[in-house]
């Protein structure tokens, strides 16, 4: 089975601080995604990657960077955290098919 | 723009009950549908999917969706509820092609009484 693994389930960090939230696939997929999870707002793509070192905004990419410099690693960084980006955030993998893989979500909490 | 609305937040089912969960998507092409499942603290399940050809489609776990062009939708059914498939129920939609990349709706969120 594809496994992608998020390396924190939960993370709490403070307004201003750094985040990088890690996502690891062990299936060789070319495409990676990070989704944020809100209530009543489902699943937004912030980004997406189709290659190593190739990235294309999502539809909220505001506030948020990514890095892909190995195929199987997707991080997504939160240069400066704010509140409203208390979030759960999920990321997804896929190959040659349309299924996504995803993994099982950070859950976020800036103070 | 591609977008999905699935107009219900919360369903609450009798176990052994059947179920229907829509979805109405906007999409200019023939598009691709998926249904994902999240049971409570896990990630997202794909229960089917729609490519083209026959506009029922089987998946996992007992659940089906029908797909009707004329009525822009992909709703998701099962014929007889078991407390296990309580979870929240998101519909997607996608271009397909090398990227993947999916619009997905706001889910509902399906509660199961004994």
């Known amino acids: 089975d594809v496994k992608v693994t998020q390396s924190s389930r939960y993370l709490v960090k403070r307004t201003g601080e750094k985040v990088f939230l890690e996502c690891v696939q062990d299936m060789d997929h070319e495409n990676m995604f990070w989704y944020r999870q809100d209530p009543g707002l489902g699943l937004r793509l912030i980004y997406f990657?189709?290659?190593?070192?190739?990235?294309e905004k999502g539809d909220i990419p505001e506030g948020y960077s990514v890095s892909r410099e190995k195929k199987e690693r997707f991080s997504l960084i939160l240069e400066s955290a704010s509140t409203n980006q208390t979030s759960m955030y999920l990321c997804?993998?896929?190959?040659?098919?349309?299924?996504?893989?995803f993994g099982s979500g950070t859950q976020l909490s800036v103070l | 723009a591609q977008s999905v609305t699935q107009p219900d937040i919360h369903i609450t089912v009798s176990e052994g009950a059947s179920l229907e969960l829509r979805c109405n998507y906007s999409y200019g092409a023939t598009p691709y549908l998926f249904w994902y499942v999240q049971s409570p603290g896990q990630g997202l399940q794909l229960l089917l999917k729609y490519f083209s050809g026959d506009t029922l489609v089987q998946g996992i776990k007992g659940f089906e969706a029908e797909f009707k062009r004329s009525q822009s939708s992909f709703n998701l059914r099962k014929p007889s509820v078991h407390w296990s498939d309580a979870a929240e129920y998101f519909c997607a939609v996608g271009a397909g092609g090398a990227t993947n990349k999916l619009i997905f709706g706001t889910g509902t969120l399906l509660a199961v009484q004994p």
């Open positions: 997804a993998s896929s190959g040659t098919t349309e299924k996504l893989f």
């Open positions: 990657s189709y290659d190593v070192k190739m990235k």
